[in-house]
């Protein structure tokens, strides 16, 4: 093994190693030019399609407002399309089952995020940063035998 003996700061640059480079993230597309993702939330599983149109959302042949009827919830779903300032571009179908309307409503959002980021690779960091690309782990804890729920336990008399 020889050994080189480094003289300058200068020479101590080029003994590291490169860095290596970002992973390139492509275009998914299926054959009608629309993005799929699938959003998870709690119990909620949503299937998302999206492609280009005038911003319709539609959640299991409803409309959005009919679906989630509560502001709060459809202030929730458009989140990483405002965002990502795509809000009025993109048609969203999406089927959502399971859990109850927040779980369904945060699936949705995942969904479109995940498929934004199919369909525009370069929205993903913008996504990323905001936290819609995570998916929220939280599901309800099983029940334990020997108590009342999850955790409390049976209420305690002395007689």
């Not at 699936?107 to 525009?120: D, M, N, P, Q, W």
Request: charged share 25%; with cysteine; aromatic share 8%.
């Amino acid at each position: 093994m020889a050994e080189t003996t480094i003289q300058s700061l200068d020479q101590l640059s080029s003994l590291k190693p490169a860095t290596p480079e970002a992973p390139k993230y492509v275009q998914k597309l299926d054959k009608q030019g629309r993005a799929y993702a699938t959003g998870k939330r709690k119990n909620a599983v949503a299937r998302v399609w999206i492609k280009p149109g005038a911003g319709k959302i539609v959640v299991n042949t409803r409309p959005i407002e009919v679906f989630f009827a509560r502001p709060v919830l459809r202030m929730l779903i458009q989140q990483p399309l405002v965002a990502s300032q795509r809000n009025g571009q993109y048609d969203v179908i999406c089927s959502v089952s399971g859990g109850g309307l927040s779980g369904q409503a945060g699936a949705v959002r995942h969904g479109i995020s995940k498929a934004l980021t199919y369909f525009e690779p370069d929205l993903r960091g913008v996504l990323k940063r905001g936290g819609f690309l995570t998916r929220d782990s939280r599901v309800v804890e099983r029940k334990k035998y020997g108590k009342a729920k999850a955790r409390r336990s049976f209420q305690f008399s002395k007689r």
